[in-house]
């Protein structure tokens, strides 16, 4: 493996010379800063990437923690963060919770401990102010914002959800059921309590028992939505859904029981991952711009990164004052309402 001392002693220069020419100093005579980078190039040095983060304390490693990474919203969002990142030379570490908030506690607190540049983190309950406080590197949350001291990105999940609810009772349906994922998950929380809002504005009833949790995936869509049209008396005619992919599991089971979509009963999504827009499922959802979501977080990650080194360097105590993003989301009208 070749080290700066092979690359001074064929330059003719000293380790430190050869270290600041390397690190692009200013005091370094441009000639024979050239001439080392090129010999570094030629004799195939690779830099000690453990050695450089004992010296700065961080690594150029970006940590992503999320609920699942299997569901295509969260995968698109770590496509979006990695590509991002990698433009700044940044790689990214995905990890997965799964929907656990412990498993969660561990990551965060293990990142850190691995000298992370950063933590960007969709967490998967709802926290008290001041839970991320004591993080201590750049820190983005894709939460609601609130007053804690981080940056913070999320959707406005209150409109998303007014937006499906409403929609599907201007289209005629009556008895509107909530299919939610996690019970845990902040999101799911808020596009409940919106639903239920919606609901009581249109004076319609709020069905306790039209409310359910569970997996965010096709099984538990197909399963609830069974239960509740083979059990109930009183049945629903139409669906909210906390992801499309939920409602997917819907679509297969009202497909297998012969009834029309929407003519007798109405399918509403939340996401617009890759499938909701084929011909053959065309299911009218809740669009989230995860591409800019993904931009957005690296962004603050990036400027929190610049300024604790600009402090550290000028070695002051400067504050900087966490930035709050709530983004719009869109309701896309097909075919299943």
């Known amino acids: 493996m070749i080290t700066?001392?092979?690359?001074?002693?064929?330059?003719?220069?000293?380790?430190?010379?050869?270290?600041?020419a390397l690190n692009d100093k200013s005091d370094v005579n441009p000639k024979t800063k050239k001439k080392i980078?090129?010999?570094?190039?030629?004799?195939?040095?690779?830099p000690n990437v453990i050695a450089q983060n004992l010296v700065k304390q961080r690594s150029n490693n970006i940590a992503l923690?999320?609920?699942?990474v299997s569901n295509p919203f969260f995968a698109d969002i770590a496509r979006s963060i990695t590509e991002a990142a990698n433009e700044s030379e940044y790689v990214v570490t995905i990890n997965n919770t799964g929907w656990d908030p412990k498993q969660e506690h561990y990551i965060l607190d293990h990142m850190q401990s691995q000298q992370v540049a950063g933590i960007i983190i969709k967490p998967t309950v709802f926290y008290e102010p001041g839970t991320f406080d004591s993080v201590r590197v750049p820190l983005v949350v894709f939460w609601h914002p609130n007053k804690?001291?981080?940056?913070?990105?999320?959707?406005?999940?209150?409109?998303?959800?007014?937006?499906?609810?409403n929609h599907l009772i201007e289209r005629g349906y009556k008895n509107i059921a909530y299919i939610g994922g996690a019970g845990t998950s902040p999101a799911n929380q808020l596009r409940l309590m919106a639903y239920q809002k919606a609901l009581q504005e249109h004076e319609m009833e709020v069905r306790q028992d039209w409310i359910s949790y569970g997996g965010f995936n096709l099984k538990s869509g197909y399963n609830r939505i069974k239960s509740l049209l083979e059990n109930d008396k009183v049945k629903p005619d139409a669906v909210f859904c906390g992801n499309?992919?939920?409602?997917?599991?819907?679509?297969?089971?009202?497909?297998?029981k012969n009834i029309s979509v929407?003519?007798?009963?109405?399918?509403?999504?939340?996401?617009?991952?890759?499938?909701?827009?084929?011909p053959m499922i065309n299911l009218s959802t809740i669009a989230q711009p995860r591409d800019k979501m993904g931009k957005?977080?690296?962004?603050?990650?990036?400027?929190?990164?610049?300024?604790?080194?600009?402090?550290?360097?000028?070695?002051?105590?400067?504050?900087?004052?966490?930035?709050?993003?709530?983004l719009k989301p869109e309701l896309k009208i097909r075919g299943t309402t």
């Open 244 to 256: 499309d992919y939920l409602a997917l599991g819907v679509l297969q089971y009202l497909h297998e």
């Open 37 to 46: 980078i090129k010999l570094a190039q030629e004799m195939g040095y690779r």
């Open 296 to 326: 957005k977080a690296v962004d603050l990650i990036l400027d929190q990164i610049e300024f604790q080194e600009k402090r550290n360097l000028e070695n002051n105590n400067n504050y900087r004052s966490p930035s709050r993003i709530l």
């Open 4 to 20: 700066i001392k092979d690359i001074a002693k064929k330059a003719g220069v000293s380790y430190a010379t050869v270290s600041r």
């Open 65 to 68: 923690i999320v609920p699942d």
């Open 262 to 278: 929407p003519e007798e009963f109405g399918v509403m999504g939340y996401d617009d991952i890759y499938f909701s827009s084929l």
């Open 148 to 165: 804690d001291k981080t940056d913070f990105i999320e959707m406005d999940h209150s409109i998303g959800a007014e937006l499906a609810t």
